[in-house]
């Protein structure tokens, strides 16, 4: 049984950070891409990043340079440290197994970005 459980959402002022992180069990981790999404109310999910099984990364436009995402495939965790938060960075963030069409979603964890 895949599971993936994401943590570290909270509320926090425009130009903090926040560390999320997801805990992967039930598939063999590092045979697979890992990536957060993102919704925000009233908007379509999207792409916040990725990391492959070799590493590499990708993000999308509104966050780079702000956001670093990594993985430990010893651990079988994937975590996005998020930098310089703004308003617009609130939304509910999704771990997925997999890109494009992700095999598997968590159950996501509130992000909130306010003064």
């Known amino acids: 049984q895949v599971q993936l459980v994401e943590s570290g959402g909270g509320l926090v002022q425009p130009g903090g950070s926040l560390t999320l992180s997801c805990a992967a069990s039930?598939?063999?981790?590092?045979?697979?891409?890992m990536a957060w999404y993102r919704q925000a109310p009233g908007k379509e999910r999207e792409l916040v990043a990725s990391?492959?099984?070799?590493?590499?990364?990708n993000y999308g436009d509104s966050v780079k340079g702000r956001f670093t995402i990594s993985r430990d495939n010893a651990k079988n965790t994937v975590s996005l440290q998020m930098n310089s938060l703004r308003v617009e960075d609130t939304a509910v963030y999704y771990c997925?197994?997999?890109?494009?069409?992700?095999?598997?979603w968590g159950q996501g964890t509130q992000v909130t970005v306010s003064s």
């Open positions: 990391v492959t099984t070799g590493h590499s990364t």
């Open positions: 997925t197994r997999g890109i494009g069409s992700p095999l598997n």
């Open positions: 039930g598939f063999v981790f590092n045979f697979y891409v």
